[in-house]
């Protein structure tokens, strides 16, 4: 059973506009969540994180929100630049352990249209 | 700082070969993992190397093994290789540990025919 869903597997944004990329949990024992993009033939790279103890972290041109009682994360990007296109895995952790390392979701392709 | 570097970056096998890739991590990085992705499963955690120990391992059959040198760079090896391994492995390190932020390498894509 798919701990971390990404139910959109592709979505398409104007640049400049708004992307939001969407994940969801079921696991409560996760505390920490990342976001990793990648391009084709590399691996992913770390984006952005937060902590189950905050709803809200930005960097830049990235904010990503937690919302623990739905078991809701979201990451936004603005403006949207076409060298934002890529795919993009969202990832949690339990930090009282276990064997599961990160628990990756299927991941979601942004294109970025001129 | 150099990154995570794999090799290699593509290899073709066909059924019931094996196969060992081999990874090398950020200097100072103690802790390497391994991933298996595919188009359809996402990213997959195999196992986790610490000080050349295996300390997790995800829900793989045990034809998927590793290990990890005095120098932490680690191999991964299948045996009896099926075509459900035709797959991208990709390979982290961290400082402490697998449950840290992870720095990827680009993957070796192996193919099964």
């Known amino acids: 059973d798919q701990q971390v869903k990404q139910n959109s597997p592709s979505l398409s944004v104007q640049e400049g506009r708004i992307s939001i990329l969407n994940c969801d949990y079921t696991?409560?024992?996760?505390?920490?969540f990342l976001w990793y993009k990648k391009y084709p033939a590399e691996g992913p790279t770390f984006l952005i994180s937060i902590s189950s103890i905050k709803d809200k972290n930005e960097d830049g041109r990235f904010t990503v929100f937690l919302n623990k009682s739905a078991k809701h994360l979201s990451l936004h990007i603005v403006p949207s630049q076409p060298g934002d296109s890529a795919v993009y895995f969202c990832?949690?952790?339990?930090?009282?352990?276990?064997?599961?390392?990160?628990?990756f979701g299927k991941g979601t392709h942004l294109i970025i249209q001129p | 700082k150099a990154g995570v570097t794999q090799t290699p970056r593509y290899l073709i096998k066909t059924r019931g070969q094996q196969v060992t890739l081999s990874c090398s991590p950020i200097?100072?990085?103690?802790?390497v993992s391994w991933y298996q992705q595919t188009p359809g499963q996402g990213l997959q955690f195999l196992f986790e190397?610490?000080?050349?120990?295996?300390?997790n391992k995800g829900n793989f059959p045990g034809r998927f093994s590793g290990r990890q040198f005095s120098n932490s760079r680690s191999e991964m090896n299948v045996s009896t290789l099926e075509l459900g391994d035709s797959a991208l492995y990709l390979c982290?390190?961290?400082?402490?540990?697998?449950?840290?932020?992870?720095?990827f390498g680009s993957g070796t894509q192996l193919s099964v025919l």
């Open positions: 190397y610490f000080s050349e120990t295996q300390r």
């Open positions: 982290a390190s961290s400082l402490q540990g697998v449950n840290e932020k992870l720095f």
């Open positions: 696991n409560s024992m996760f505390d920490y």
């Open positions: 990832a949690a952790r339990n930090s009282g352990g276990g064997a599961d390392g990160l628990t």
């Open positions: 200097s100072g990085h103690r802790s």
